[in-house]
């Protein structure tokens, strides 16, 4: 049994209410949408966090905004680079997205999204945050 981190963060198009996961990793949803039953938490938990990481990292202003903060607050010493920042961001994201803490997953998760919907066709809508 699991804990998904997306339970309670993806909504139904279709009712508009929050998908929850049993520990097996079903979907629930209240309209009972049976084609929902083809697609577990895992197969949506990867394709989120592969949305994140590759919306974060081909942000060329978000890297940029990250690395003037990160030099700013090396203070002398902040002469990191673009590279080596976005390098930094990738560890980070798959120690925390390899661990077995799903509450971190979901604060994470929840600092880069808006909102997530899964459409009718077990398409994932992914909204971001602007950061």
Not at 67 to 81: E, I, Q, R, V, Y
Not at 107 to 130: G, P, V, W, Y
């Amino acid at each position: 049994m699991a804990d998904w981190f997306l339970t309670g963060v993806v909504k139904c198009a279709e009712c508009g209410e929050k998908i929850w996961f049993s520990p097996e990793g079903y979907i629930v949803c209240s309209c009972r949408n049976f084609e929902r039953q083809k697609i577990g938490a895992a197969s949506l938990e990867s394709a989120l966090i592969e949305n994140i990481n590759q919306k974060l990292l081909n942000d060329d202003g978000f890297i940029e905004r990250l690395t003037s903060a990160t030099n700013a607050a090396l203070g002398p010493a902040g002469k990191m680079s673009k590279k080596d920042v976005a390098q930094s961001i990738i560890n980070q994201f798959e120690s925390i997205f390899s661990s077995n803490n799903s509450a971190n997953k979901r604060k994470l998760t929840l600092t880069f999204i808006k909102s997530a919907s899964l459409l009718r066709d077990n398409i994932l809508e992914i909204e971001f945050n602007q950061i």
